[in-house]
């Protein structure tokens, strides 16, 4: 019912920012929430970050605290994650997920809908 697409990744430098974004193409909840997760080569998907709709509430993995945020547009779509002071072990595929609950989800299994993924690498 929901398809979601992130975009933005690519090959940066460490030290350099990128920005991500997150869009779903319907959106009919009356609640909704938006989490980022990666997966590092050799690993399994872990959580980044999620943006609650109402009161713009989120919450970022310890890992990222500090160098990522999470925020919407005035209209709530997209949702970025800007990454900032990026590191090799920052190299993942990063994934945007949603769900129709306004609670800052951080396990894979509270999102329903998921993208395809968007690859970020950062080189030395």
């Known amino acids: 019912q929901v398809r979601v697409v992130e975009s933005g990744g690519g090959l940066v430098q460490a030290g350099g920012s990128l920005r991500l974004s997150c869009v779903a193409s319907?959106?009919?909840?009356?609640?909704?929430?938006v989490g980022w997760f990666r997966q590092r080569p050799g690993k399994e998907r872990e959580f980044v970050a999620a943006?609650?709709?109402?009161?713009?509430?989120?919450r970022l993995a310890d890992s990222v605290k500090g160098r990522f945020s999470i925020s919407r547009d005035s209209a709530g779509i997209p949702v970025y994650l800007q990454m900032s002071s990026l590191k090799p072990e920052d190299t993942a595929v990063y994934y945007c997920?949603?769900?129709?609950?306004?609670?800052?989800?951080?396990?894979?299994?509270?999102?329903?809908?998921w993208g395809q993924g968007t690859r970020v690498t950062v080189s030395s």
């Open positions: 943006i609650t709709w109402s009161g713009g509430n989120s």
């Open positions: 997920a949603a769900t129709d609950k306004s609670y800052l989800y951080t396990s894979t299994y509270d999102y329903d809908y």
């Open positions: 319907s959106r009919t909840f009356s609640s909704y929430a």
